[in-house]
């Protein structure tokens, strides 16, 4: 970790860019001018470059919060991730700081921090109870994370994400547009796999766009540790998926099979019948031992 303390702006290229390695991760404290009631305000820059190794990324994302409460949040007055040498430059912070102040809908720019922020987010270990409770983030792929946009966007219909296990990583296998029709054909007989589908239809003669997430996982033909991962991914992947992608899913199965994954099927899943039937009356019973029925006579 480098700690400028050159507080003018004119020094942050001179005083930040010479200490970058290529494949090294590192963070970086600049102080600015500004203060608080707790001194000077620090500007923390997290730099973990693509083709870094795995493990550093990992390791660096996830002491992350562990430096910035260290070095004590309230000095912190903003922060950066980057994973090149031209975002994390005086340009780069400026284009990070326009990001932050756009209202409406997300710019570019807003996209790509977004998805630095995922990444970075996936890199957590999972150390903590409430993690562990969770489940467990694994690092997805840029890849994958670009194909969730273009599906968000409507110019493909189709991803199918798989997991590496050696690496512990998402990864996708396949994203495009194909036939619904000829969606079970792309299910896996001898692994497990993620499917995020856009499913179009038309209900009660309205169009309508539905995003599926479909989890294959083909009975005991897989591992005990493939079946348990799978399993322990999925609910990390789906806050990714919705919270920080903003990809609105509508409805999330679980087939075994290729076969089970019709139009029909998706269909009835999305939009599922209400059995609503008005119970007939029934007369309730008499008090039990009540004794013979009693005659009167009438006067």
Known sequence: MFISFFTHFSHYNLMVLPFLEDAQPCYILFRLDSRNENGYQWLLLAYSPDESP?????????????????????????????????????????????????????????????????????????????????????PISREALDSMVELRERRINY???????????????????????????????????YHLVNFRHTHEGDYMESIVFIYS??????????????????APLLETIEQYVKLPIARKVEIDNGLELTEEFLYHEVHPKEHAYKAAFAKPKGPPNRGARRITKKE
């Not at 005086?90 to 977004?114: C, I, N």
């Not at 590496?164 to 547009?177: H, L, S, V, Y």
């Not at 996982?217 to 991962?229: A, D, F, I, N, Q």
């Open 159 to 193: 991803i199918q994400l798989s997991i590496d296990i050696p690496r512990e990583t998402i990864n996708q296998e396949m994203a495009g547009n194909i036939r619904q029709s000829e969606l079970g054909r792309e299910v896996p007989e001898d692994h497990a796999r």
């Open 54 to 138: 795995v493990r550093q990324k990992m390791l660096y994302a996830a002491t992350r919060a562990t430096v910035k409460m260290e070095f004590g949040l309230v000095h912190i007055k903003d922060e950066m991730f980057s994973t090149t040498k031209r975002d994390i430059s005086y340009t780069g912070y400026q284009h990070h700081l326009q990001a932050k102040a756009a209202p409406g809908p997300m710019t570019d720019a807003e996209e790509e921090l977004a998805r630095l922020k995922i990444e970075e987010r996936t890199y957590h270990t999972v150390d903590t109870k409430q993690e562990t409770l969770k489940g467990i983030a694994f």
């Open 217 to 234: 996982m083909p009975g005991y033909t897989c591992s005990v540790k493939e079946r348990m991962l799978y399993s322990s991914c999925k």
